[in-house]
Structures are given as C-alpha cells and as structure tokens.
C-alpha cells in the first residue's frame, strides 16, 4: 500500500482530534449556560443561540470576507437573543423554561429565514494553528490542526473558575443565583445582574455557532447544530455548574461523537447505531450514576428555576 | 399595583372574543374541506388550473437531492406558464408532511404532488393518497406496488447508480491503491445499490480495489460526515463519494484532507476544485418538464396512460455525469467514456452473474443478468466484495 494506513491507531487519534474539533461548540455553550445558571435563570434557548450564532458567522464572514468579524458577529447576535430571553424571563409570573422553548423556536427560525442565501455559498474560513511539525504522518498533521476558538475556550474556563471564586463581580452572581433576598439585601439590582449574565452567556453560545459554521464542519446547514445547544445545558449539570468540569464534559462529548464514525472506518462492522448514540448514552448514564434521591445536587444555585423575583 | 390590567378587557369581551375566532376558524375549515373535489374535477380539463406542489426534506440549495429537484421544478415551472408551482422546503419526514400535503391541496388546490423523500411514503403519503383519491401523488423512490397501493400514487427513480458506476471506474483508476470509501446515510435498497455499482465499477477497471463504507445513520449528519470523512482519511483512503443529502460537507472536508472525492445528486465541483474527479448527477429537468407535458394533455396514473413505475438512467436523461477533473487520466476518461457508450446502447448490465457478496455468498447467480428494471435490485440487502463494512445494525 502507498499511503500510511493507521489502523486501530486511528480510533484513538479520531477520538482526539474529535475533542478538539467537535468539542469547541459544546464548550462555548456549557460554559455560556453555567454563566447563566449561576445567576439563578435557565436558558434553554441556546440551542437557536447556536444556531443563529453559526448563521450570522457564516454570513458575515462570507459578506465581510473576514471570518472574525463573523465570530464578533456570532457573539452580539447571541447577546441580542440572550437580551431578550433576559428581558421576557424576569416579567412577573413568567417561567423562564418556557420563555426558552420559545426561544429555542424563536432563534432557530430566524436563523433559518435569514440563512436561506447562505446554505449555497462558501464563507471563509477560520485559520487553524498547526501544532505539528512537517515529519508527522499526515493525519496526526490534520489532528493537530487547532482552532484558535478552542484554545480560546480553554482559557475561558478557568477564567471564568476563577471569575467565580475571587471577584466581586463573581459574587454578585452566585448572590443572586443562590439568595436573591440576601442579594438585594447588598444592595444588587437582581435584574441587571441576571440580565448581564443571560447576554454574556449568550454571547458565547452565539460563539460557540461560529465554530460550528466557521471551523469544523465549517459549512452552514440547517441541521448543523442537531441538537448540541440542549446537550450542552444537560452537560452544565453534571458539570456540576462548574467551568473547569464543563471543560472535561465538553472534551469528553466531542470525542464520543467521534468514535461510531471512527470505528467503523476501521472496520467494526456491527453496532453503528449504539455507537452514534454514544453521546446520549453517556449523558444518561451521567445523570442515573450522579443522581441520588437523598440529596440534591451539589453546587446548584439554590434559586435556580425557582421564581425567584426580588421585587425591585 | 398587583392588579395591573394590561389590556384592558373584561372577561366578557375575552370569551367573546374567542368564541368568535373558534368559529371563524371552523367555517374557515369547513369552506376549504370543500374545494378538493371541485378541483379534482377541474384537473382532468388540461393545463389550465394544474397547481403542482414540490416537498422537500431540507433546504433547496444544499447542492445536493432537494437541489437536484428544485432545479428540476423550477425548469419544469419556466417551461409552461399556465402551471402553478408550490414548493415547501425543510419538511421532516414525520406526521409534518400529511399536514404539509393536506395544506397545498386543501388551501393551495393542488392536483399533482411531488413529496420528494423516500421516508414520506409509508405511511404518509399512502395514507393522504387513499383520502384524496382525485390528487396524483409522485413519489421519488422505488417502494410502489402494484396493487397493494392506492392507484393515484406513482413512483419515479433515476437509476443513477449508472452513474456511479462510471465514477466508481474514475475512482479506481485515478486512486494510487485503490483505496475508495463511501459516506452512506442510511443501509436502505437505494443507498447499497450506489454503493455496489461503485464498487463493481472500480473492479471492473481494477480487481483488487476495495470500498470502504461509514454510515452515519441519518440524511443528514454534518458532524458525523465530516468525523466519517477524516477517519477515512486517516486511514489512507484515496478517493470518497457518499450518498447523504447534502454532500457539501463530505467534498469540502475531503478536499481540506487533501484527498480525492466525486461527487453525487449535483454538480460539487466548485467545493473541490482540486480533488473532484466526477461526479453522479441528477437531471430532473427533462423528466419533470416531460411528465408535466403528459398530465397536461390529460393523461393521469389513475386511468392508467401515466405508468406507476417511470424509471431510466444515463439513457433515459435521468442522471449524468459531471465533468473530468484535473486528476483525472486521459486513460481513465476512456475506460469511463467506454462505459458511458454501453449504457447508451443499453448493452451494459451493471449486476451481471456471478456477483458474491462481501460475506462470501452469492448475491446474484452466474445464471442471473439482472437489467436494471429488475425489482430484485430494488430489494438489495447486502454489500458486494470488495465493500468494507455491513448493512446490519
């Protein structure tokens, strides 16, 4: 043979490269939604985040020719949906995962109305940094090939860890989300907080768009998200509302959606279908292993969903 | 402050108010359940008041199957001015499409439907087809049969495995090892028989090629064509093709990887300019433009001048081929041209005995020489040798 096969070395390499390309948006998203649930409100709505998020990077991009105006892009079109959702869900007497599932609905059929010139087109691209040297075999060259959103990603995480722990500003949050009575208290306006919160939170997700539309797979679809905005709220939970555990969920959903690709191309013939669920299986498996009738879940915010308005 | 009215209206006005839209919907409803009938008996007339309405599972402009067939609609529509054309893109293969259907006859007046995915036919389409009686429902796929279903429905199909057959001989003789691979959507009859005729193509100009299959699972998959793609990549293969609904992702993820691919439903050159060798195309602007010709001179499946089964290939203008690439050989666009000539002619039999499967049997006997109108290719279940994978779950 001409070509270097990799063999079983490919599973592997697959499922790292996996976390790298495919784990990017998750990543954005998780650590958009743990900002916002920390201040108390849930934001189902990311997943029209993601959605309009990747159409507006793709469009800007193709419109502008620079690709990080369509991140910039990405990120205020997610602030402007996440303005909203903060808006509506503070209303009194308003549920804010029903406002989300409106916005759910909401951002996904703007972005599939405004995105209709752009599914043809092909939009520049984000550069990659190559990490590889020019002796590697080439498929190892195309794993290494890193998108600048992901390290971005990976030094928000801790930033944001740290945000949480030692600013004020972090305070504040986990105020409001755990005891917005204490909050207020303080002398917080619980609004402007969880509002700022839902809008940065958004902004990342609508981030977390770019990188699908703009890195990897790179194109702009209508079914280019399926279903990655929900799971990454999902993920937030057993991440425990903790950025640094997002990181390690996020990279560990990238990689699984990897492996049924990556195993039948070496040649596992049998199971696909369990193997292309391997996210879900995973997250279920998650959720019963970690959920326990006795106590409730560590490190939630205590005044998450509750309708908790301080009245102002 | 905690009794705020915001509009002002009392309980009366609000019941009223509801009780009145209940019952201008239901008249509303009522009026247009009429219509079909009246429409039914208009369509046998001519040209004249042939509403024609086209559903398609995704976007009209992914370059691939639902582009394939808007552009056949929208050359159909420019041909004839009399005709109304309804489209309705992105709809799911699920209870959505009765409603969809029901909507374009009911408030559109369509006589003549085309639900252009495979998955709307059982039991959508089969369902509608027996509650509207005078609408013609075509249908793109294989799965008409005769007697069993309703007689206003209809099935057309390219065999565009012709074509892939073609591609598979460019494949094959452009890949350095022989080292093809195919991004498959789903194990069903249609998607095996491209695969099959890919790689029968491939052997035909070199024995020892091999195909090496991923299924993703659905249509479309964006992360997992691409994840599919960059497996194949690294484990050297040379050349992919797919049959997934858009195969945008699959040629410009292939063509990043730095290898080969051609392409399938539509024209991708301009995804690939480097590695796009060829590519199966349909053209569904002859057929649609044909048989729109036919039911406007009156002719219609249930009296039976409209066969239920239209079928063709290469032959028939229901596919052709894309354009050589840059990579492709003086050598190897002759062996394909030569093909080409054969299904021009008709004189080639793609499932031509002995054919084994990949698991060691027989799939098709030395006896056999099943021509493409044959219903057992329309039953496939396996993979031919030489495929590297399995259809089972």
Redesign the interface.
Known sequence: ???????WW?VP??IA??TM??GTPFLFVSLGECLTEKSGKINLGLEGTLLMGAMSAYGVSYLTGSPWFGVLAAGLSGAVLGAIHGWLSQQPRVNDVAVGIAMIIFGSGLA?FLG?PF??P?ATQLPTINLASSGMA??VQ??LQISPLFLLGLAIAPLMQWFFRSTRWGLFIRAVGDSPEAARAMGVSIFKVRMLSIMAGSFLAGIGGAALSLY????W????S?GQGLMAVALVIFARWNPMACLWASLLFGGA??L???L????I??????F?AAPYILTLFIMVVTCSPRRSLVGAPGALGTDSQGRA | MSSKRYLNLSRRQVIRGMLATTAFGLTAKLGTGCSPASNGAAAGGGADGLTIGFIYVGPKDDFGWNQAHAEGAAAMSGAFSSVKLIEEASVPETTAVVESMRGMIDIDGANVLFPTSFGYYDPHVLSLAEEYPDVQFFHAGGLYQEGVHPNNVGSYNGYIDEAQYVSGIVAAMTANAGRLGFVAAKPIPSVLRNINSFMLGARSVRPEATTQVVFTGDWAEPIKEAEAVNSMADQGIEVVTCHVDSPKIVMETAERRGIMCTGYHADQLSLAPNGYLTGAEWDWSSFYTKLVTDISEGKSLMDGSIPHMLRGGLREQFCKMSAYGAAVSDEAKAAADAAIAQFMDGSMVIYDGEIKDNNGGVAVAPSESLKQQDVKLEQMNYLVEGVIGSIGS
């Open positions: 043979m001409a070509t270097e096969a990799l063999g490919g390499l697959a490269a996996g390309r495919g599939f209709k599914i043809q092909s080439p498929a195309a794993a990897y797979p790179g194109v679809t209508e079914r280019i399926s959606q990897s049924g690709p990556a039948q191309s070496v040649g013939r049998e199971g696909y279908y369990l292309n």
